[in-house]
């Protein structure tokens, strides 16, 4: 019963390839997230969504286009993947707010751009 | 926007032994302070939070500490056992307003030697 899911958790690909990791909660959040994480572990927010509704869109290049066909799902896709994408890309979700309520995050997937 | 600073960027300690982790923020105006912990290959997971109006708060090894005049908050881990080794991240909000960041820290590494 996992409560934020991440697939693929893996994925190795080639610089100029197109990739899409996806993510689903069942939670009944309405508020999901993308976070990046480096090989130094910084945490960086990418986007988030509540309701399906854009909110917060970081300064991340244009190439990177998530997708949220509903409150329960956010994908994200990655056009002309660059070496500098590799890291772990984690998915997250929370009531409101993230200070109405804890994030809870999946399990990650660790992108590998070659 | 809000810049969450940490440090020491890796704590070795002795099992049994105390740990500490201090993080400072820049924004007055946040008002919500949760830790996360990341075990190795692991999702990061809420271990405890606190808010402005609270100075202090305890879940039995662990606590936090506000101090809003200095700008600081600190993770208190009594009679550290291996489990507790990962990294570890704070975070602030200001908020709730639904665009607010959570604003991570870059982590601290924890290491308990057994």
């Known amino acids: 019963d996992t409560a934020v899911s991440q697939t693929p958790k893996y994925l190795v690909t080639q610089m100029g390839n197109d990739k899409s990791i996806k993510c689903e909660q069942n939670l009944g959040h309405d508020t999901m997230y993308w976070y990046k994480q480096d090989s130094k572990k910084f945490l960086k927010i990418m986007f988030s969504y509540n309701n399906k509704e854009l909110i917060i869109n970081e300064t991340v290049p244009n190439r990177f286009s998530p997708k949220s066909p509903d409150k329960a799902h956010l994908n994200l896709h990655i056009n002309s993947l660059e070496l500098g994408d590799s890291a772990v890309y984690f998915c997250?979700?929370?009531?409101?707010?993230?200070?109405?309520?804890?994030?809870?995050f999946g399990e990650g997937s660790r992108l590998t751009v070659l | 926007g809000e810049n969450v600073e940490q440090h020491p960027s890796t704590l070795s300690v002795q099992e049994g032994d105390s740990a500490v982790i201090k993080c400072t923020y820049s924004?007055?105006?946040?008002?919500?302070f949760p830790w996360y912990k990341q075990e190795l290959g692991k999702r990061p997971q809420l271990i405890i939070d606190i808010r402005s109006n609270v100075g202090e708060k305890k879940d039995q090894r662990i606590a936090v500490t506000l101090n809003k005049t200095a700008k600081h908050f600190s993770l208190h881990i009594t009679e550290t056992q291996p489990e507790d080794s990962a990294v570890y991240f704070c975070?602030?909000?200001?908020?709730?307003?639904?665009?607010?960041?959570?604003?991570f820290g870059k982590g601290n590494q924890v290491v308990v030697i057994p």
């Open positions: 997250a979700s929370s009531f409101g707010t993230p200070n109405t309520g804890e994030l809870f």
């Open positions: 975070a602030a909000l200001k908020g709730p307003y639904g665009n607010n960041r959570l604003a």
């Open positions: 924004d007055s105006a946040s008002n919500y």
